[in-house]
């Protein structure tokens, strides 16, 4: 149980392109969901919190211009990265939270964006 | 000071050794405390989580809280190479609960035959 399912898996595009990433719990329904950045052999930096049918929380420094996030419904959540530069290029992560029960967080497989 | 401390390593172990990995912290309010498996170009996978103190066993899995010395454990028996990979404890506390996790920058773990 408690799968989350991130799309796509890798995304490689031109400079000035927007980029949207979903994030979907497959057996679960989940009222908070997380968004995070991670670069190469470093640990976890969370970018936004968000819940369903609000707007999301972001981390002091995360650019919510540039970083969208619109949390829809109770199973997903999707991350579009407008404008996206090579300083964008980056390993991002969403994770799930159930909405019965207070349960720790369940994250999907990540998304490898590379911005050329 | 990092409210999260983890040695990167990487450890080396063969097959079949016991592994412990290890967090400490400084927050004495932490209560939640979590271990992360992450494998090479893949997200974190949930192995073991606790709250408060204690142990807490999961087949070859052991995950140990002591808060009096601001410090937790992650043990795996018989280990496998399957079970190379890079190890993050998270922690949170009340306030943050489940959903404002401090992340460890992780072990790498390499078990060889």
């Known amino acids: ?116 | 000071q990092k409210e999260v401390e983890q040695d990167p390593g990487p450890l080396s172990v063969p097959e079949g050794a016991i592994v412990s990995l290890n967090c400490t912290y400084s927050n004495s309010a932490f209560q939640y405390f979590m271990w992360y498996r992450q494998y090479s170009r893949k997200g974190p996978e949930l192995l073991m989580y606790t709250y408060s103190s204690g142990n807490k066993e999961d087949g070859r899995f052991t995950a140990q809280v002591d808060k009096s010395s601001k410090y937790i454990s992650l043990f795996i028996r018989d280990s496998q190479p399957s079970d190379s990979a890079t190890y993050l404890c998270a922690m949170s506390d009340i306030s943050g609960g489940y959903n404002k996790l401090i992340f460890g920058a992780g072990t790498r773990l390499a078990v060889h035959p």
Request: with cysteine; net charge positive; charged share 20%.
């Open chain 1, 1 to 116: 149980g408690a799968v989350v399912s991130q799309h796509p898996s890798r995304v490689i595009c031109k400079s000035g392109t927007s980029v949207k990433i979903e994030c979907r719990s497959l057996d679960f329904q989940a009222t908070t969901m997380f968004w995070y950045r991670q670069f190469p052999k470093k640990s976890l930096m969370l970018m936004a919190t968000s819940n369903e049918g609000s707007k999301a929380t972001y981390e002091q420094g995360v650019e919510k211009d540039k970083f969208l996030i619109n949390h829809a419904s109770l199973t997903l959540s999707t991350l579009t990265v407008t404008s996206a530069h090579p300083e964008d290029s980056s390993f991002y992560i969403c994770s799930a939270r159930e909405k019965q029960g207070n349960q720790p967080q369940h994250f999907g497989d990540g998304t490898r964006l590379s911005i050329l």
